[in-house]
């Protein structure tokens, strides 16, 4: 069984991906990577916790290589980092690295010309799957996970902090993608059956961010971590982001992976 090395964003398709990686038994997963915010130690977009993430990696049982990024960062900072971390793999002999993407083309082409590169293979276990499809499978296949960003253009301040159950993806409006693929909105997801225990986390306070914004992510204009959103000066008929806060609480009982 060859080694990998999984691009790990804490949410469903990052689950659903390394869900398929494990059960097709062709590779062994040795780290998962993930992007922090150096400055506001979250994950960018997600809005979720560093603390969490490394939770579900322990949960999960397998090692977290963290790139920390500057809190506005450009390709200029994020490019170097992500060469730096992937680098450190192939030195290590490992060549494989699996994605969560589904069918963003522009997003791999650049994924796979980077590893072109390094002389690495991008692996892409949910591409061009039905996203109906996808999203019931992860429903099948027991994952838990909740809504921890949405895109105002597409879905409501109501809808972080949801379940990602079956009821959530019948709701979802016209033109939302059941698994969110045009950035309607990110999940943090705390069971399922790549996990040895259920992450355990508590809801905090839900904030709006308008683009460009960055905003303490507990409300408080004086104290408190923040993550920005990036600006833009394209037409959109997004105006910002709803995040709710997930923290850390007391962890359940460890149990076999299912796989």
Known sequence: MKSAVAFWSGGKDSGLALDRVRRAGAYDIVALITTVSEEHRRIAMHGVREELIDRQAQAIGIPLHKMYVAGRSSNGDYVPALRRALQRFKAQGIDDVVFGDIFLEDLRQWRENLLNDLGMTGIFPLWKHDTRRLAAEFIERGFKAVVCCVNDAALKQSDVGSELDAEFFRSLPDGVDPCGENGEYHSFVYDGPIFRRPVAFAVGETVYRPLGATIPIDGSAAQGPAIPVPATSAPTKTKGFW????????????????R
């Open 243 to 258: 995040f709710v806060d997930l923290k850390l609480s007391e962890p359940e009982p460890a149990r076999a992976v299912t």
